[in-house]
């Protein structure tokens, strides 16, 4: 069953507030309780909070109008938020896996009861947070947080494992090692959200859209016979917008305003593009624009 979507901004405003808070917790029992697992999974949520922040603002700030400063609208306010955000979380990684590796060569004595209640206590936090937003999971983004708050959970529970094992056996080198590999996860999920908010701000074709496979989709339209100077790009979450050039023989405007109808509907049903701006051209003519293909895609036997 999905949420609807004042239902989904609740939740997903709740979980920034409650992930914050873990964070905040996790520092200070990692430095009260000399465990770098801790401080480690404390920067390791924090990559979720861009996640939360973009499908936050996607969620709040989409049906804003867009003013005559910001013709888009805010639709990219979140991308700028967790391009900035990565950046700083890679960095922050590599120094939790410096200190982790110099750890494991001067073992330092771990508070075990206080790492293992504050483990127990973010797992219920980032446990939560996953059923919470399990309803919106035909939502791709939605998806991406359930997917990386379950990866939290099981980071925990690994946590807790090292936390026994310490109490038990004395190995204090479970700490530092259980440190490194969240570091590692740290800075592939900041690249990772470093690379996509790179790709989108600089206007790259979504990566779940084929540009070939759109210029044969409007091909099918009757009437249509060649697209050329196709530009396909994300204005924010799930709103992906294309301009093009479609040649079309002499026909009256009501024939083809009919045309471009059958296209937009083409468009948004296969790929989900809503925002398109559409130049028809008389086929035949001689195309005069820089072509972003390499070539014109024309209907087979023209």
Sequence with gaps: MSLPAEGMT???????????????????????????????????????????????????????????????????????????????????????????????????????????????????????????????????????????????????????????????????????VIGIAIGAMVFWSGIGILRESTHILLEGLPRSIDLESVARAMLRVPGVQEVHDVHIWTLGTDLNALSCHICIPDMHMEDSEKVLAQVREILEKEFKITHTTIQFERAGLAADANLYMPEPVQRSGS
Excluded at 28 to 45: P, T
Excluded at 70 to 76: F, P, V
Excluded at 103 to 122: I, N, Y
């Design 10 to 176: 609740l939740i997903l405003g709740g979980a920034v507030v409650a992930t914050f808070a873990l964070v905040g917790v996790e520092l200070i029992a990692g430095y009260a309780g000399h465990s770098i697992a801790l401080v480690s999974d404390a920067v390791h949520n924090l990559t979720d909070v861009p996640t939360l922040v973009l499908s936050w603002f996607a969620t709040r700030w989409a049906k804003k109008p867009p003013t005559p400063q910001k013709t888009y609208g805010y639709h990219r306010a979140g991308i700028l938020a967790a391009f900035v955000n990565a950046m700083l979380l890679s960095l922050v990684s590599v120094g939790l896996i410096y200190e982790s590796l110099t750890r494991l060569h001067r073992p330092v004595e771990v508070k075990t009861s206080l790492m293992l209640w504050v483990s127990v206590f973010a797992l219920v936090i980032n446990a939560g947070i996953t059923f919470a937003v399990t309803g919106g999971r035909r939502d791709l983004n939605v998806r991406s947080i359930w997917i990386h708050n379950l990866g939290d959970a099981l980071s925990n529970v690994a946590i807790i494992l090292g936390a026994i094992a310490i109490h038990y056996t004395g190995w204090s080198w479970v700490d530092p």
